[in-house]
């Protein structure tokens, strides 16, 4: 079905994009460029009321919604077809309360316009590795950063939510208006509505001792075992990474390690310099050749990973694993280490456990994740040669620790899959009767889709 421009442009002060304008491809690039998101338009909102009338304009044509920041994860949103794709965007208000310890963003925010702030005032929000990543989005599907092991995941840290829902209006959801749609939205993703705006605690840290480690790759397992046999004494003040790391030689990447070749042991502790360089010793003894940890403010968090900044292709696999044995990590360097040939840029090892394993009063639909390691591989994928390597390098390592596998991880599956996977089945039928509540006709296609409970949806209708 086609939009006809002109009428829902005269609705909004915001733009629509069709397909064959000047800047299409730019208007609906996903941050993966293997992602070829092809919606029947993109509408780039000014405000809440130009989100309300696509939302209105859609229900009326038949349409669907496929809401969306950052570009992030695109790839579970499959086929596009006969969808309006709602890039937020422009929606960048922020304020801080600082005394009340708490932000609100509109949902194109992203982490990087917040982080400064809040260092400054002494605050750390929950953000992941990359401050390049739209708030909104990552806390919809959970939110697994820095200080997760102390504070869990960031959805459990939001305090309310604003949405434009099927019916064209905005709600304001949070624990006493709206709990039920609040809970599905702390999880559930961008199955619900269009966020236009996203409230959040954030807590007190005015430096941590944090950094990374970078031995030679050919040292992987020494490194990770080492860093594998701290993990059951770590206190849940600590975060810790374990990666292995191939930067390509590009202008982009940081010239100390343009082109190199690591292993690489980062982390974030709460805590002071002396009881974090204790904690850490094992993997120091092994002698790296660059060691970057300090006491830091908080902004330093966000590019602490050196994820890329910019749009790339790439592939990436993901398992959350439980308890993994020595023979593991051997057969981990075996499939992605120095003497491999493996095309990975990354192998990545994160502790989880601590808060993240324990629910919260009052958590939303993803209270916690299983497992005690978060296993992300990704390689860049720069042609189809490039994708076949890729493909087969994943399916090794994956094939590694499958054993060990106890699930996913929702914001780090990026193709698509039957979501219910993702949830235990009490959970998840509750957020398929909140759904069928509040879209019954299934208009919004979040990344993970949440199908609307049949027998709601006929009530509702």
Do not use: C
């Amino acid at each position: 079905m086609l939009v006809n421009a002109t009428s829902l442009s005269n609705l909004m002060s915001g733009r629509i994009v069709l397909p064959g304008e000047r800047d299409w491809d730019a208007a609906r690039q996903a941050f993966n460029l293997l992602v070829d998101q092809r919606p029947a338009a993109v509408a780039l909102p000014a405000d809440e009321g130009d989100v309300a009338a696509v939302v209105n304009y859609a229900r009326r044509h038949g349409l669907r919604i496929a809401p969306q920041a950052t570009g992030h994860n695109a790839g579970p949103l499959g086929s596009l077809e006969e969808t309006v794709l709602v890039h937020t965007s422009g929606l960048t208000s922020v304020s801080i309360d600082a005394a009340a310890r708490r932000v609100r963003a509109g949902s194109g925010v992203k982490w990087e316009k917040v982080t400064p702030g809040l260092s400054e005032l002494g605050l750390a929000g929950l953000h992941g590795s990359s401050p390049d990543v739209g708030i909104a989005g990552y806390s919809l599907g959970g939110g697994m950063g820095w200080l997760a092991r102390k504070y869990g995941l960031q959805a459990n840290s939001v305090t309310a939510i604003e949405l434009v829902t099927a019916d064209g209006h905005l709600v304001r959801a949070d624990h006493s208006r709206e709990p039920d749609l609040f809970w599905a939205l702390r999880g559930g993703g961008g199955n619900f509505g269009v966020v236009t705006a996203i409230e959040f605690s954030v807590y007190p840290v005015e430096e941590l001792y944090a950094g990374a480690m970078f031995f030679p790759l050919e040292q992987a397992s020494d490194v990770l075992h080492a860093w594998h046999e701290l993990l059951p004494d770590l206190p849940e003040e600590l975060m810790s990474w374990a990666s292995m790391l191939r930067f390509p030689d590009l202008p982009d990447v940081p010239e100390v390690v343009r082109g190199g070749s690591y292993a690489v042991v980062m982390a974030a502790f709460l805590g002071e310099e002396a009881d974090g360089r204790a904690l850490l010793r094992p993997v120091r003894e092994l002698g790296p050749v660059m060691d970057t940890f300090a006491m830091v403010p908080p902004i330093e968090l966000g590019d602490l990973a050196m994820d890329p900044p910019d749009p790339l292709p790439y592939l990436l696999a993901h398992h959350l694993l439980d308890d993994t044995s020595s023979p593991a990590i051997d057969d981990l360097v075996a499939a992605a280490g120095a003497d491999s040939g493996s095309p990975l840029n990354m192998v990545q090892l994160r502790h989880m456990g601590g808060a993240l394993a324990r629910k919260a009063p009052g958590a939303g639909a993803r209270a916690t994740l299983p497992g005690s390691i978060s296993l992300l591989s990704l390689g860049v994928t720069p042609d189809e040669a490039a994708v076949t390597a890729v493909e087969a390098s994943l399916e090794t390592v994956q094939e590694a620790l499958r054993p060990w596998r106890v699930g996913d991880y929702p914001n780090f599956v990026e193709e698509t899959v039957d979501a219910s996977g993702f949830f235990d089945a009490e959970t998840w039928s509750r957020l398929r009767e909140v759904k069928a509540l509040y879209d019954p006709a299934d208009m919004f296609k979040g990344n993970h889709h949440v199908p609307p409970a049949e027998a709601a949806a006929a009530r509702a209708a």
